[in-house]
């Protein structure tokens, strides 16, 4: 053939035609027309030209510019012939480019990709992982049962491959195969089973999509990964994520019970109860206990929570109806702002999101409740955002906040938007029924639309009042007069009806208006709608029954033209009526019930939500938003009755482990065990705890982050502020950084504590396996010893700053335990004679926050500590000129404040520099209103030359912001203002190394700044670094087991957010400088405050 031929069988009229669209409008006709085909064919020409040329540089423009016309929906499929000759090109870069365009033309031109297959399989074994990957994927698009042989081979190695890219394009292969051929399912569910247990993140999200595909019914497959993949949850790719969490709700359905139980007490908080009923069951003990969590159960939901957070709004919904499908009531209020957050989206996603909510709210108002203002309408949203908005409200509506929704709906009806004004009254009406209290109102205010102009809100107003009516017909015949008189004036056919109906329902209360009705009706019979006429014919008989004497010529009549008219629905109805109410031989029985039958009491209309039965279908899916069961949905199973065997989940031990025992340390098994079960119960009581005490507030579910996940060790740590970075390429460096670890493992004995032990103790915890258990707790025994080590050091060193604040302080401070006094005692915490009595008023919690400070592993950097920080800076908060004689400094004390623990403590000196003495010094108005000062008591007077010391608090909300306020004398007021220094606004927090590493684990990627500093070789000492951070920032100093590592934590006063500051020393005088915190505008302040304290002499 041709190549002429083949452009014209090919497509090349479609290309033409795009040419022709994108050619500019002022060429004329038939040159034109002929000039773009004949460019057009030119252009490919250049393009097989070039691919059939021996320069690389040719054939790689020319791939380049093909995928280009791909990318932008262009016909290429004619170039194949020329594109598939380059397949066996030496050059990496146009090989990929290559492959690019085969797996997107194998499928159409499959003889001819076949003819290639063998190189194909060469490329299956190419050393790049790029080019296998590529060659797997073409060859899997090759849609020819022929090949299935050589596809399945292909995907089994490729499961194997090291590369976890080319094992996660394996998995996409899975499922083209077993659509290509579903004999193949039990080979298939082998490969699947295989890399279930894999632990790279790359590859989970597309196994388990695999799984859904291929066997969503083997839950037996899941059990052994289950808690592997709730750990990689966070780490995986976005879209893996939603795959992930749809098939583990699906999993915990069949595998835990219901946390929703009649009366179930929450017993999860307290960890001890798990291991004691564990051991109790072994002894036999059969005494039935309040309702228990299961600890996978609450893993899932643990790992889960920190994703609602995600950019992704797929993942936040998946977690959401995660959450509603599987967490206990009253923790489902966790996912209501992630859901609002997402209201903010383009408007695909707020229809999405919005219909989940109106389920959702139906069952649990108080949910939405707080955020009703997010579901207000806006003159920009689409009609369908509107009405679910209008749907939610609804759901929404109580007696405290009708008045405020009425109010709201009161502006809707005046909407342009006919079809969103007419939803507005039904939601009106509904509101009426649901609420007894403003049934009148809305009624009235009914009655009032229907003087409306427009004739669709009337419609929708009289149908609405229909239903109304029926709920208390009796009090009603004024509003049954009101809409007779407007009859005339509504055309709508459904109101029509609606009125007709009414007045014959209850023509006994209007007994003068019915019959002149109907005597309306039956002059234009002929000319109303189908609709309208059988309610005529209706109305009719009901007036016959009810009123002959004046009706009984008109019905005739009536029912004469509905004998005769065009649709056979009312001549039916016609025929039926005749018989029913006219006496005559043939009428049977049913005469005597005529009255009975027509003019019997009909029940009140219900008015639902259409989302009222929609909670039959998973929150989230298509079905859901369909409301009918979608092709592929998987239907949510009910709770067991009965939780089945949960060791199912158990790892087997893992041989390898066994071997690295010896070399970790000495171990004394007992105390060991001891040691981790404690460690285990006291993290997971915090976490119980923050999941329970602040569900609503977003630091939590931050904070709550994977913990458990297999974090990436510390090399990757540094990197992972890079945002940008690839799946792929952070799944390597993890997979490199996990070989290295486990090389440090064998060669050291003494174990570093990085991110990777603490993974180890979590997955170890889970799993509950003895050997990783062994391993983990040792390492936790040997930093237990190290804590102990530094405690006993400055428990032994604490008599020295003793002796030397003795002289300084009232006695009563030395009466105190010793930890108290070393912790109490420093310098930093006593400056100022009267604030020496609230040292007695610091309660345990107070004191164990402040414990920070004596954790710091060598005493000696704490009496570097104590001596350099006796004087504190000190600020002019108001000059003597300015202040007409009135000066004042002010310093941070670094003492917790005692009014309010939201608050920092500042120490304000006054002096009086004057002649004369100052009365009523106090502090007036402050800027903003909003700030929140705790003024010192006003000073009566002050001497010349004499000075006074007095304390504040104040609210800085974790910010910089100036807090400006004016100080006042008798005669005068001057505007001052407090600017604190970022390390100020922070309190020391007691930790330990274990501990950092687990939190600084849980703030990585938006949540760390990091910078490579160049130090003074003056600060390069442990000692001097301590020194020159708790300089700049009230942080505590983290005791640490490297030498290389300074560790130093502490919370935000206001907010209570962690802070983290690690400095790993590297060659010739640099440093990586980390700070990992929620608060990221901190974090960048308190980064060049310390670089700046670090590399100044």
């Not at 290559?98 to 797996?103: A, E, H, P, Q």
Request: with cysteine.
């Amino acid at each position: 053939m041709s190549t002429g031929a083949l452009y014209n069988d090919q497509g090349g009229a479609e290309a033409a035609v795009e040419a022709g669209q994108e050619s500019t409008p002022t060429s004329s006709g038939s040159g034109a027309a002929f000039g773009l085909f004949s460019a057009d064919f030119k252009k490919n020409e250049d393009l097989k030209e070039m691919l059939e040329s021996s320069k690389e540089s040719l054939k790689l423009e020319a791939m380049k510019r093909i995928v280009g016309l791909i990318a932008k929906g262009k016909n290429a499929s004619e170039l194949f012939p020329a594109v598939v000759k380059n397949v066996a090109s030496k050059n990496i870069e146009l090989k990929k480019l290559v492959y690019v365009y085969l797996v997107r033309y194998a499928e159409e031109q499959q003889d001819l990709a076949l003819l290639s297959i063998s190189t194909f399989q060469r490329a299956l074994k190419d050393p790049n992982q790029f080019i296998r990957a590529s060659a797997l994927r073409v060859l899997s698009s090759i849609r020819v049962p022929i090949i299935v042989p050589i596809m399945m081979l292909a995907i089994k190695e490729a499961a194997a491959d090291l590369s976890p890219y080319v094992r996660k394009t394996s998995a996409h292969a899975i499922q083209k195969l077993f659509s290509l051929d579903a004999d193949q399912k039990e080979q298939l569910i082998e490969v699947i089973e295989k890399l279930l247990k894999d632990k790279s993140t790359l590859v989970a999200g597309s196994v388990v999509m695999a799984f859904e595909e291929v066997c969503p019914d083997r839950i037996d497959l899941i059990h052994k990964n289950y808690r592997k993949l709730c750990n990689l949850l966070v780490d995986v790719e976005e879209w893996g994520q939603v795959v992930i969490i749809s098939m583990l709700t699906r999993y915990a359905r069949t595998q835990f019970t219901s946390p929703w139980k009649e009366g179930a007490m929450f017993d999860e908080n307290n960890e001890k109860a798990f291991y004691e009923s564990d051991s109790e069951e072994k002894k036999g003990h059969t005494e039935e206990k309040p309702y228990i969590m299961d600890p996978d159960h609450r893993l899932l939901l643990r790992n889960t929570k920190p994703l609602l957070q995600s950019r992704n709004t797929a993942v936040v919904m998946s977690v959401a109806q995660l959450y509603w499908h599987l967490a206990p009531k009253h923790e489902v209020s966790i996912v209501t702002k992630s859901l609002v957050r997402l209201l903010r989206s383009h408007r695909e996603v707020q229809y999405i999101v919005l219909q989940n909510i109106a389920t959702m709210s139906i069952q649990r108002k108080g949910m939405f409740e707080p955020f009703m203002k997010s579901f207000y309408v806006r003159s920009t949203d689409a009609t369908h955002i509107k009405t679910l908005k209008l749907e939610i409200l609804t759901n929404l509506a109580n007696e405290a906040n009708i008045s405020t929704i009425l109010r709201e709906f009161q502006t809707y009806v005046k909407s342009q938007d006919k079809a969103f004004a007419a939803a507005t009254i039904q939601a009106i009406g509904r509101c009426a029924t649901n609420i007894s209290e403003v049934t009148d109102t809305c009624l009235n205010g009914l009655v009032l639309l229907l003087s409306n102009r427009d004739e669709t809100v009337v419609a929708e107003s009289v149908v609405v009042i229909k239903k109304l009516l029926q709920t208390q017909p009796t009090q009603h015949s004024e509003i049954i007069k009101h809409m007779a008189k407007l009859f005339d004036n509504i055309t709508v056919p459904m109101a029509r009806a609606s009125i007709l109906w009414l007045i014959g329902e209850y023509c006994e209360r209007v007994p003068k208006i019915a019959p002149d009705v109907l005597r309306k009706m039956a002059k234009s019979f002929t000319a109303e709608e189908d609709i309208v006429k059988l309610q005529t014919v209706n109305l009719a008989a009901k007036l016959y029954l009810t009123n002959s004497k004046q009706t009984k010529l008109l019905t005739q009549y009536i029912l004469n033209l509905g004998k005769y008219d065009q649709n056979y629905d009312i001549r039916d109805r016609t025929r039926f009526i005749r018989q029913l109410i006219v006496p005559s031989e043939k009428s049977g029985a049913l005469n005597k019930y005529a009255r009975r039958i027509l003019l019997a009491p009909k029940p009140a209309p219900v008015l639902e939500s259409s989302f009222k039965d929609r909670d039959r279908f998973q929150l989230g899916t298509l079905s859901h938003s369909l409301n009918s069961k979608a092709t592929g949905y998987q239907e949510l199973s009910d709770w067991p009755a009965v939780a089945p065997d949960q060791s199912v989940r158990n790892v087997e031990i893992i041989e390898a482990v066994k071997e690295w025992t010896p070399t970790v340390g000495k171990t004394k098994q007992p105390k060991s065990d001891d040691k981790f079960y404690s460690d285990d119960e006291d993290e997971k009581e915090e976490e119980g705890s923050d999941s329970s005490g602040s569900e609503d507030s977003s630091s939590s579910s931050s904070e709550e982050s994977g913990s458990d996940s297999e974090e990436e060790s510390s090399e990757s740590e540094k990197t992972s502020s890079d945002s940008g970075k690839s799946s792929s390429g952070s799944e390597q460096s993890s997979s490199e950084s996990e070989l290295e670890q486990k090389k440090k493992k064998k060669t050291k004995k003494v174990p570093q504590k990085k991110s990777k032990p603490t993974a180890a103790d979590s997955e170890s915890d889970e799993n509950g396996n003895g050997p990783v258990a062994q391993e983990s707790s040792s390492s936790a025994e040997s930093s237990s010893g190290s804590e102990t080590d530094s405690e006993d050091d400055s428990d032994s060193d604490s008599p020295a700053p003793q002796k030397k604040t003795e002289t300084k302080t009232k006695p009563k401070v030395a009466v105190k335990s010793k930890k108290e006094v070393s912790l109490l005692d420093l310098d930093d915490f006593s400056p100022a004679p009267t604030n020496t009595p609230q040292s007695s008023i610091f309660s345990p919690s107070l004191l164990s926050d402040l414990e920070g400070l004596s954790l710091s592993g060598v005493s000696s950097t704490m009496q570097v500590t104590t001596s350099s920080f006796g004087p504190v800076k000190t600020y002019e908060l108001l000059h003597h000129m300015t202040g007409k004689g009135l000066a004042a400094k002010y310093h941070f004390p670094r003492q917790p404040c005692l009014y309010q623990p939201s608050m920092v403590a500042v120490q304000v000196i006054l002096s009086n520099s004057s002649d004369h003495s100052l009365e009523e010094i106090h502090i007036g108005d402050r800027s903003p209103a909003s700030l929140s000062i705790h003024c010192f008591n006003t000073i009566e007077r002050l001497e010349p030359e004499a000075s006074v010391t007095v304390s504040m608090g104040i609210d800085f909300s974790d910010s910089t912001q100036a807090a400006n306020f004016q100080l006042c004398t008798k005669e005068d007021q001057f505007s001052v203002s407090i600017q604190p220094a970022v390390g100020e606004l922070l309190m020391p927090s007691s930790m330990t190394e274990q501990d950092f590493c687990k939190e600084q684990g849980k703030l990585q990627g938006m949540n760390e700044t990091s910078a490579t500093i160049t130090m003074e070789t003056a600060n390069a000492s442990s000692q001097a670094i301590s020194k020159q951070v708790l300089s700049v920032a009230n942080v505590g100093v983290v005791s640490s087991s490297q030498n290389n590592f300074s560790r130093f934590a502490g919370r935000t006063v206001s907010s209570g957010a962690l802070v983290l500051v690690s400095l790993e020393l590297k060659e010739s005088s640099t440093a990586l400088l980390t700070i990992n915190t929620e608060k990221t505008v901190m974090a960048s302040m308190l980064l060049r405050d310390i670089k700046q304290a670090l590399t100044q002499a």
